[in-house]
């Protein structure tokens, strides 16, 4: 689960969907994201049941998590239409993160962030002129809120109006998004706190 974006955009958006409105016939400012955890694509059957998935949704852009891809298999992640993929990958064979872009839109990257532990990955570009930030995070298990606290303030000053989040966050930020053994802890209060004050918002838990 990971749904995060940033609130400014919001009137930005109405205002220049009306300006964009005329110009839909040229081009479609619409993009769409998915996202999903794999769990694992070292399994050639597992890739292809990906890449056809991929496929049918046709997203502009898909950012996957615990990819357990090394670096020197970036190659084994091929999705045909897709040739843009951006990727984090831990020695190990742990976690893992990528984003695949169409190549239906025109995407100028400008400045990409990642760790070798493959637990993020962040992009700043241009897609069809506007600029985007994408970040796609992989939350490990224990410790999960803290750790997309702390990497949240460290990417601060890459995060505009213009920022989306997306990823497996492994953290349950509303009672509604929790199992039944989970408890929303002080962990949890304390990232949301940085979410508000970010203006960061749960994009799914606000239309739903």
Same mark, same amino acid.
């Given at each position: 689960?990971?749904?995060?974006?940033?609130?400014?955009?919001?009137?930005?958006e109405?205002?220049?969907? +009306?300006?964009? +409105?005329h110009?839909? !016939?040229? !081009?479609d400012?619409?993009?769409s994201?998915? /996202?999903?955890? !794999?769990?694992?694509?070292?399994?050639?059957?597992?890739?292809? +049941?990906?890449?056809?998935?991929?496929?049918? %949704?046709?997203?502009?852009?898909?950012c996957? %998590?615990?990819?357990?891809l090394?670096?020197?298999?970036?190659?084994? *992640?091929?999705?045909?239409?897709?040739? /843009?993929? *951006?990727q984090?990958?831990?020695?190990?064979?742990?976690?893992?993160?990528?984003?695949?872009?169409?190549?239906? !839109?025109?995407?100028?990257?400008?400045?990409?962030?990642k760790?070798?532990?493959?637990q993020?990955?962040m992009?700043?570009g241009?897609?069809?002129?506007?600029?985007? /930030?994408?970040?796609?995070?992989?939350?490990?298990?224990?410790?999960?809120p803290?750790f997309?606290? %702390?990497?949240l303030?460290e *990417?601060?000053?890459?995060?505009?109006?213009?920022?989306?989040?997306?990823g497996?966050?492994? /953290?349950?930020?509303?009672?509604?998004?929790?199992?039944?053994? %989970?408890?929303?802890?002080?962990e949890?209060?304390? *990232?949301?706190?940085?979410?508000?004050?970010?203006?960061?918002?749960?994009?799914?838990?606000?239309l739903?």
């Open positions: 689960m990971g749904r995060l974006k940033h609130t400014g955009r919001e009137t930005k109405i205002e220049e969907n +009306r300006k964009t +409105r110009k839909m !016939v040229v !081009v400012p619409h993009i994201i998915i /996202t999903l955890n !794999v769990n694992g694509l070292n399994s050639p059957i597992k890739r292809h +049941r990906v890449a056809g998935w991929i496929k049918e %949704q046709d997203p502009t852009i898909c996957l %998590q615990e990819t357990h090394s670096p020197k298999d970036k190659h084994r *992640l091929r999705v045909k239409g897709w040739r /843009t993929i *951006l984090a990958n831990n020695e190990q064979k742990k976690a893992g993160v990528a984003i695949l872009i169409s190549d239906k !839109v025109d995407f100028k990257a400008k400045q990409i962030k760790d070798k532990e493959g993020y990955i992009i700043k241009t897609l069809h002129q506007e600029d985007l /930030t994408l970040i796609n995070i992989y939350a490990p298990n224990t410790g999960a803290k997309v606290k %702390q990497l303030i *990417l601060k000053e890459d995060i505009n109006n213009n920022t989306i989040i997306v497996d966050l492994n /953290t349950p930020l509303t009672p509604m998004d929790r199992t039944s053994g %989970q408890k929303i802890n002080k949890i209060i304390e *990232l949301n706190e940085k979410l508000d004050q970010m203006d960061l918002i749960d994009i799914y838990r606000t739903h």
